[in-house]
């Protein structure tokens, strides 16, 4: 028993902390219909902060507190003037796109500044412990805990008992009549901005403190959890959320306790699609309600798209075929190859994220399955590559559109949110399902790109391959795109509640692009795996998924031209600044952020 | 004459408020019947619920002999009821051809081979490969868009290949009934298709409705012009707070004494108005 009280007490603890992350979350949610993204990277930014003045002012714990409180306030603020305000009028998930942007952009910054190296944040408080059953509990806890609820009762006074706090919650149920009544709606979500960041970042402080471990990775974590315990609770639901972040720490604590700890994550995104699925909008929603707004989750602005010549095209793929030709450039072969292998994952995303308007942010899961499937099949069943490389598109579409499947129904945010979830399901199942994946062992001597005998081992007939393969998809999704499936998909797109209205199936036609989707992605991973020559769990992690969207957004959502341009300019593009890997990921960000404020449409247009 | 769609007891709820109380429909074949009612009478609520958008709590809705209460919209669509939206639901970014087209979709043969478990990847392939049984219905189809939207005079017709986003509202509006007209509905729903029409306008979408009256189309309208009920209609059902306050011949409706409450809240000043 006593075991079980310290496990309880421990996933109080934990969920505690991500409360902290969610109640900044909910509070955002709440005022403007928007995920902050960024929520995390500010909570990393807090932490950082703090480390640095307890390093370098060794100033004491509340001075430290203050100054990481005011600092992130203050970034709070920046991000709704850069992320928010200017996307007034754009597409819902417009500002969602933003926020990405931003944090992308906070999170390398910080790798820059600090180095992707874990750094140590000791507590300065008493070591003192208290035992509880067959555990302790210590000053720290106990100052996490005073945090969130203090937090939670300034809060709620806030938004109940001040003038500032009532157009909060105005603004919350209806930004138009707020603003009519003389609310000054920027200010509103300024003030809510600063709030919400400024709990982050000192959440941040407290969880640094707490694991006495600190690194750039820890926002993206913290966004995660703090989503998937806004999910539990209801998107925008402040009581909601410290609920659903208890429940997740408890769920993930017992779940530790029975499987591992590396089982933790999976704990958390199970519950994720769990409630998804079966409660989209929270455990205290009633379950009939409608969802609390009809939001249409494209990312499509109204354009003309460039009309490409059809000689221009061919002239294109004449030069890409040529460069081989080119003496002594196998550096740039090389380049363009993995171009070709990230423009078959932008064509399958741009199908799914433009043409169907299902914002994936998962869509790098699809490469590790098509890769994994390809090496093991490869390996595992001594299948010949010819074999396994298309075996694994099938695979990969079979398995993406089951993994999707449950969520159909979901529109939107929460599209996004679940295939976010399930890109970190299948990187867990691969890392835990060691007898199938072997683990974070990895896949290793993979074999190389072979047909019969002949191997295709050196940079040009890697290249051509990559190209012709790539330029074999691209043609059948754009006679996919001219048939009456590609109607559809725009129709769903555009309008689901008309397209059910005029007889389409929404499940039918979402799995029919999901499938086409997953096949091209599949045979992308399936061709990287047996190039790297070994593959692991995070060979393909959410960054690439979010450097696939940003090609798709510069290429123009739907566009298939658009797409392979997108990969090209961002792949071979940072090349081109030699030495600066690390910049790689801030250059995406800025893309982003710039492409969502200036040129929504992207280079091509929409389609 | 039989009837096509009935509906006994009908009710929906929203928390405490009964946005439809206990309502009885019949409509028969070939029968143009309108609802009428001041605004939140739970008009358009009852359409959603007849097509399929909204589930309702009570009663039970027949249509062709099926009972289709809660049935998925797109399975009731494919029973041939076809719907327009009150405030325009286009497919914005999509063509003036490609949203009538899309109207068409469930009578999609060729490129939808019945096998059973199958069906979308077959689907998928007749997509890709368009053997000459998809192209010649994807031809025959694009050549009933034309004479769709010939019905709507020189409206549409040139502007086939402009997204939907560009038209006019009173455009968009005729965009959606040519949409539902592309389904051949047995049963067409038009939920206040004049909304936001000038005069003119208005007396040019009477006409069209009118021909489709004539040409034997089932009719539901929701509509607030009261003129183009009168003509059209025959048979009226006036709507409020939820329940039904009058049914029968336009004209008899037009002078039920509740009727005109309903509209003005006073007697007098009811009849001055109507």
């Known amino acids: ?607 | 004459m039989t009837d096509l769609l009935e509906c006994r007891a009908v009710t929906r709820r929203f928390g405490g408020v009964i946005a439809v109380k206990p309502i009885d429909l019949t409509l028969r074949e070939g029968e143009f019947l309108s609802i009428i009612g001041p605004n939140g009478a739970g008009k358009t609520t009852l359409f959603n619920l007849i097509s399929g958008h909204d589930v309702p709590d009570d009663g039970t809705i027949v249509l062709e002999g099926v009972a289709i209460a809660g049935r998925a919209p797109e399975r009731i669509a494919a029973m041939g009821l076809a719907r327009t939206f009150q405030h325009g639901r286009v497919f914005a970014n999509m063509s003036v051809r490609d949203n009538i087209l899309v109207g068409a979709h469930h009578r999609l043969r060729a490129v939808k081979p019945r096998l059973p478990g199958l069906g979308a990847l077959a689907e998928l392939a007749m997509a890709l490969i368009r053997p000459p049984a998809v192209a010649a219905e994807e031809a025959a189809l694009n050549h009933e868009v034309l004479e769709i939207a010939a019905l709507f005079g020189d409206r549409l017709t040139p502007r086939l290949d402009q997204p939907a986003h560009s038209l006019s509202y009173a455009n968009r509006r005729r965009v959606e009934i040519a949409r539902a007209l592309a389904l051949r509905p047995r049963l067409l729903l038009l939920d206040e298709p004049t909304a936001g029409m000038n005069e003119t306008e208005t007396a040019e979408m009477q006409s069209i409705i009118g021909g489709l009256k004539a040409r034997g189309q089932t009719i539901l309208l929701i509509e607030h012009k009261l003129d183009l009920v009168m003509r059209l209609s025959d048979r009226v059902i006036a709507m409020d707070d939820g329940a039904k306050i009058a049914e029968g011949p336009p004209h008899t409706v037009r002078q039920s004494p509740a009727v005109i409450e309903a509209y003005l809240g006073h007697r007098a000043m009811g009849e001055a108005a109507l």
Not at chain 1, 34 to 62: D, E, K, M, R
Not at chain 1, 498 to 503: F, L
Not at chain 1, 570 to 595: C, K, N, S, W
């Open chain 1, 1 to 607: 028993m006593g075991s079980w009280l310290d496990y309880t007490i421990n996933g109080l603890i934990i969920g505690n902390i991500y409360a902290l992350v969610a109640v900044g979350l909910a509070l955002i949610f709440g005022v403007s219909n928007l995920i902050n993204f960024a929520q995390g990277s500010v909570y990393a930014v807090g932490a950082y902060i703090g480390w640095t003045c307890f390093t370098y002012l060794h100033t004491p714990l509340a001075v430290t507190a203050l100054i990481v409180v005011v600092a992130c306030a203050g970034l709070g603020v920046a991000i709704e003037r850069i992320g928010l305000r200017p996307l007034a009028g754009a597409a819902r998930i417009a500002p969602l796109l933003a926020t990405i942007g931003i944090s992308l952009v906070l999170d390398q910054l910080l790798q820059i500044v600090f180095t992707p190296d874990p750094r140590a944040l000791t507590s300065p408080l008493p070591n003192w412990r208290i035992s509880v059953g067959g555990g302790t509990i210590g000053a720290l806890d106990l100052l996490i805990a005073a945090t969130g609820i203090v937090s939670a009762a300034v809060l709620y006074g806030f938004l109940r008992f001040t003038k500032l706090g009532w157009a909060v919650r105005a603004t919350a149920q209806d930004r138009d009549a707020a603003r009519q009544m003389g609310v000054n709606t920027d200010a509103v979500n300024m003030t809510v901005f600063a709030i919400a960041s400024a709990l982050g970042g000192l959440s941040g402080l407290l969880v640094g403190m707490y694991f006495n471990h600190i690194d750039p990775a820890m926002g993206f974590q913290a966004t995660l959890k703090g989503v998937v315990a806004q999910v539990i609770g209801g998107m925008g639901n402040v009581p909601g959320a410290i609920f659903g972040s208890l429940l997740l720490g408890l769920t993930e604590s017992y779940g530790v306790a029975i499987f591992g700890s590396s089982y933790r994550n999976l704990f958390s995104f199970a519950l994720l699609l769990l409630i998804l699925v079966l409660r989209p909008n929270g455990l205290f929603a009633s379950a009939r309600s409608t969802p609390p707004e009809p939001m249409t989750g494209s990312f499509v602005t109204p354009n003309r798209p460039v009309r490409v010549p059809r000689w221009a095209i061919v002239a294109a793929v004449v030069i890409a075929a040529a460069v081989p030709l080119i003496p002594a450039i196998p550096y740039v072969l090389q380049v363009l190859t993995n171009a070709w292998l990230f423009a078959m994952l932008a064509i399958s995303l741009t199908l799914v994220a433009g043409t169907l308007g299902q914002i994936s942010l998962g869509h790098a899961s699809l490469l590790l399955i098509g890769a994994y499937a390809s090496a093991l099949f490869a390996l595992d069943s001594h299948w010949p590559v010819w074999a396994s490389i298309p075996a694994a598109g099938i695979v990969t579409a079979l398995l993406g559109t089951a993994l999707i499947a449950p969520s159909f129904r979901l529109r939107s945010h929460y599209v996004s949110i679940a295939t976010l979830g399930i890109g970190e399901i299948v990187g867990l199942v691969i890392l835990n399902w060691e007898s199938l994946t072997r683990g974070p062992m990895g896949v290793t001597n993979i074999p190389p790109l072979q047909v019969g005998n002949i191997e295709l081992d050196n940079p040009r007939a890697a290249y051509w391959i990559t190209l012709g393969i790539l330029v074999l998809l691209a043609m059948m999704q754009t006679r996919l795109l001219r048939s009456h499936l590609g109607r559809i998909f725009r129709a769903i797109r555009d309008d689901d509640v008309a397209a059910r209205a005029h007889g389409i199936s929404l499940g039918r036609y979402k799995a029919i692009a999901f499938a086409f989707g997953g096949f091209a992605a599949g045979i992308s991973g399936g061709i990287a795996a047996h190039q790297y020559s070994y593959i692991n769990n995070e060979t393909f992690t959410s960054t690439v998924s979010i450097s696939a969207l940003t090609m798709v957004i510069l290429g123009g959502m739907g566009n298939v031209l658009g797409a392979i341009l997108g990969a090209v300019a961002l792949t071979a593009l940072p090349e081109m600044f030699r030495g600066t890997a690390e910049y790689r990921m801030l250059i995406y960000g800025v893309a982003l952020l710039l492409l969502v404020r200036f040129r929504p449409q992207g280079i091509l247009g929409t389609t």
